[in-house]
């Protein structure tokens, strides 16, 4: 089935995507999950979805512990290793204990039994859509930061440097050996290519990086 | 005229009387064994004698064969008989005739114990030389009832225990001349001859042979003197009186016998005894006593009570085994049904019982199997209920709906095709293709294998020809491959199982195989034997069963270990074109 692949130029929208092999179970998690509003894709392997995720996206897996192929649980530890963001909903048809401990302490955001409960599947998955956000969000501004700092000198940077640790103008002049009027000069262009309104809003931009 | 006819009516009146008054004719009756004429020459002498001795009277000569002089006797048409020894016993039985005389050979031996046999051989037949050596010989007589000759001799062969009748190669009577009988032993047309004492002798001295060709068996000379003889002696002929005839008559024909000269070798003297003619009749069983042959059953019954009875109890006892046997068999075969009827029953029970464990083995699977439609079907229902009531996505509900009625159909069918399964049954053979089950067990295993990663690839050839078997059984065979092979297979990061059927001109066969590590010789020796297990949970009885199954029809189920795993095989006949 068409889960909507409904791709966005917003980097930060998330996706739904559901890995199970059974058919039936992976259509009526996405019919269920569409009433989220949000994009769904459908896999029926492990290896499947592999082959089609873009890293670096943000969204949710609803992910079948028991799968022919790749297991679930590998398909986290695969995911972890590659430093992916995606949150990951495991549901399992046989209440597994060890396997849930496992999931959880890999960062699972829950693990649930199937069939589930659907208020608690949904909120479970919003939840974990929300993190995924969050993180994208996040990595986005810092990434829009680092880009604007790319765009200075290195003696911008350096003079930067020191304003964020609250130097006064003489004190940089001093350390950097160049005259205050220079400093005053450099000052100006890094609040102006950093779009930072204050120092104080710059020290929290480039803490965003860090 | 008158004075005629009366005369005539006194003489036929009288005529009776006259008759009876005239005693003037005395009827002798003679065993006349070689014709009348013989007969009538032979005893001429001493009729003559008589004749001469009694002149009132006139003598006459009736020669008559056995039978015709016993029915004078009995007409009493003779007054007197001349017989050989044992006719006149059989007659002195039959009527009460009376000897006066008994024949004597000679002057010399005026003993009358002088009928005896000869039984002759050629001298050159060294073989014989006792009666005894008579069994199985050919034997040559004169006639079965002549006395003097045969009848002798046969008592004599009775009492060692020869019935010249059943323990010889048979008995040529050849009847007269006795000469004869000679004539026969000498060609050699028979074994040994039959003949009355002296008869060698006298054609020795006729010049008809030479004495030194021939031997006489157990030839002796009796007491008195005489010929060569193989026998007893016997009393000659008697000269006897008929009941009826007056005795003072008797007594002038026995004292005109007695006085008789000797005339051509004939000589008469005092009546002897004749017991031995008796003695040997009774041996014989012949003659008057010849109903000990015919003896009444009351007879045999008093005779042989003690056996009869013992006969009678036998065969009660051998009724009674019979009837008891008859009681033993057919309880024994009730017996022997209801235990067949138990052991069917029990067999079915186990088999029943083999799918039970075969399916509890499956059953966290199987339960899996059944949780996902019903997953789907609660997320159908939780996707319809939110679009309803954000009033959203008609299609969408509409859609759900119908999913819902799949799933739950999807549902029902793993229910009905486990109750299939585990459905107490007898088996029933049908035409079947072999497919067919083999994809029902695939269906039941999917869950297994999902749960389990173990990857099931079949190759199911088409037209594939069909077979007779149990649909059930065969899915159970299969079904036991494929857990079996799972199984083996746990633990293990390569886990595919390989299902094949293809089939011949002669048989479909089917192979499962598997990635597993193989089996050991172990378990190759006793894969299927029942109770035979590896498993902690198994039961030991799916490949026992299993052969049995597939060997009940006719097919042949076997194992195969490799480097590469383990590989199952069975076949079965394939029926040809005709008979599906």
């Not at chain 1, 659907?118 to 929300?130: F, G, T």
């Not at chain 2, 006792?130 to 004169?142: E, N």
Request: charge should be negative; proline fraction near 5%.
């Amino acid at each position: 089935m068409n889960c909507g692949n409904c791709g966005s130029p917003d980097p930060c929208v998330p996706t739904i995507h559901v890995v199970d092999d059974d058919e039936a179970i992976r259509h009526s998690l996405a019919f269920l999950l569409k009433s989220l509003g949000v994009p769904v894709e459908c896999h029926p392997s492990a290896e499947a979805f592999l082959a089609a995720r873009k890293p670096g996206k943000p969204g949710c897996v609803v992910l079948d512990v028991r799968m022919p192929g790749m297991s679930g649980l590998e398909l986290q530890a695969l995911l972890n290793r590659a430093g992916e963001t995606l949150g990951i909903v495991f549901l399992s048809g046989h209440g597994d204990i060890p396997m849930a401990v496992q999931a959880m302490s890999d960062g699972a955001v829950h693990f649930l039994e199937k069939p589930c409960n659907d208020e608690v599947l949904l909120e479970q998955v919003e939840r974990a859509l929300n993190r995924s956000r969050d993180i994208c969000g996040r990595a986005a501004a810092a990434q829009a930061v680092q880009r604007r700092v790319d765009t200075l000198t290195q003696r911008e940077k350096d003079v930067m440097a020191l304003v964020v640790q609250g130097k006064p103008n003489k004190v940089i002049a001093f350390e950097l050996d160049i005259s205050i009027k220079t400093v005053e000069v450099h000052r100006a262009h890094v609040m102006e290519k950093m779009q930072a309104d204050s120092v104080a809003d710059l020290t929290r931009m480039l803490m965003a990086t860090a | 005229m008158l004075l005629g006819r009366l005369l005539i009516l006194v003489a036929l009146c009288l005529l009776p009387v006259l008759a009876r008054a005239e005693p003037s004719e005395l009827r002798i009756g003679i065993l006349a064994f070689r014709g009348a004429e013989r007969a009538e020459a032979e005893w001429e002498p001493t009729l003559r004698h008589l004749g001469a001795n009694l002149p009132e009277y006139a003598l006459r000569a009736v020669p008559l064969d056995l039978d015709g002089l016993a029915g004078a006797v009995r007409d009493e048409t003779v007054d007197f008989v001349i017989t050989n020894p044992g006719h006149y016993v059989e007659l002195e039985a039959a009527e009460g005739i009376i000897r006066i005389a008994s024949l004597a050979a000679s002057a010399e031996t005026v003993t009358a114990r002088n009928v005896a046999s000869a039984v002759v051989v050629r001298a050159s037949r060294t073989d014989l030389r006792r009666l005894a050596d008579l069994r199985g010989t050919r034997l040559a007589a004169v006639a079965p009832e002549a006395f003097g000759g045969f009848r002798v001799a046969w008592r004599e062969m009775a009492e060692i225990g020869i019935d010249p009748f059943d323990d010889t190669s048979g008995v040529d009577f050849l009847g007269f001349p006795i000469e004869r009988v000679v004539e026969a032993v000498a060609s050699g047309a028979a074994d040994a001859g039959i003949v009355r004492a002296c008869l060698l002798e006298q054609m020795a001295a006729e010049g008809k042979l030479r004495a030194e060709d021939f031997r006489v068996l157990d030839g002796r000379i009796p007491p008195g003197g005489g010929c060569l003889t193989s026998t007893r002696s016997y009393p000659d002929w008697p000269f006897a009186k008929l009941a009826h005839t007056p005795d003072a008559l008797a007594k002038r024909v026995a004292v005109a016998l007695l006085t008789m000269p000797v005339r051509d070798g004939h000589a008469w003297t005092v009546p002897v005894d004749y017991q031995p003619v008796h003695e040997l009749f009774r041996a014989l069983k012949i003659g008057p006593y010849e109903y000990l042959r015919h003896r009444s059953l009351g007879q045999m019954a008093r005779d042989y009570w003690p056996f009869l009875a013992f006969a009678a109890l036998a065969a009660l006892w051998w009724l009674i085994h019979v009837a008891r046997v008859e009681v033993l068999v057919r309880r024994r075969t009730e017996e022997l049904k209801a235990a067949h009827e138990e052991a069917r029953r029990r067999r079915d029970e186990m088999e029943h019982g083999a799918r039970l464990a075969l399916l509890g083995e499956m059953a966290s699977s199987l339960a899996h199997e059944i949780n996902q439609p019903l997953a789907a079907i609660a997320n159908y229902a939780n996707g319809c209920q939110r679009r309803l009531t954000a009033h959203t996505d008609p299609e969408g509900v509409a859609e759900g709906i119908g999913q819902i009625a799949t799933q739950a159909e999807r549902a029902a069918g793993i229910v009905r095709r486990m109750r299939a399964f585990v459905r107490k049954r007898v088996p029933e053979p049908h035409i079947l293709d072999l497919n067919d089950p083999v994809r029902e067990a695939l269906g039941l295993f999917q869950a297994i294998a999902a749960r389990r990663g173990v990857t099931v690839s079949a190759f199911l050839a088409d037209g594939l020809g069909m077979v007779r078997a149990d649909r059930v059984q065969m899915e159970q065979v299969v079904l036991n491959l494929l857990q079996n092979a799972a199984d083996a297979m746990a633990g293990r990061d390569d886990r595919r199982i390989t299902v094949s059927t293809w089939g011949d001109a002669e048989r479909v066969r089917l192979s499962v195989a598997d990635s597993g590590p193989g089996l050991s010789a172990e378990a190759l020796a006793h894969l299927f034997e029942p109770f035979f297990t590896t498993k902690p949970e198994g039961l030991g009885l799916g490949l026992s069963l299993s052969r049995g199954f597939v060997e009940a029809h006719g097919g042949r189920l076997w194992a195969e270990s490799g480097p590469d795993g383990a590989c199952f095989h069975f076949t079965l006949p394939r029926l040809r074109e005709d008979a599906s």
